[in-house]
């Protein structure tokens, strides 16, 4: 199975469909993602990030890691999306794994 996300139902009915998305990893499992200004990045600890450019992922890590690569000319306009429930270090590489890009994943928002 390919990564893509899906827009959560919730967030669609609340008018905020593109800020909030469930991205599908490799194993079937979903996982909730909040879009995000690069220039927040540093509001978040311990959490997954996503950049996205084009509609398809470019890079899934830590926070911390994307932090440190903002300047990179491959990110600057990627749209960033962080993964704020995976609590432990251990999860948070269960989640990396499994949304990391095999190939060349297509962005599919739900209609």
């Known amino acids: 199975m390919s990564t893509s996300p899906s827009v959560s139902l919730a967030a669609a009915a609340a008018g905020l469909p593109s800020r909030y998305v469930y991205w599908h990893g490799h194993s079937g499992r979903r996982y909730l993602f909040t879009a995000t200004d690069p220039a927040s990045l540093a509001d978040f600890d311990d ?3 996503m950049a996205v450019h084009s509609g398809l992922i470019a890079w899934v890590g830590e926070v911390a890691a994307l932090a440190r690569m903002k300047a990179a000319a491959r990110y600057c306009r990627a749209a960033i999306y962080v993964h704020l429930l995976a609590a432990t270090a251990e999860e948070r590489g269960a ?3 499994d949304l990391r890009p095999s190939g060349r994943a297509q962005l599919r928002h739900a209609a």
Do not use: K, S
């Open 47 to 49: 959490c997954v990030a």
């Open 95 to 97: 989640v990396i794994e």
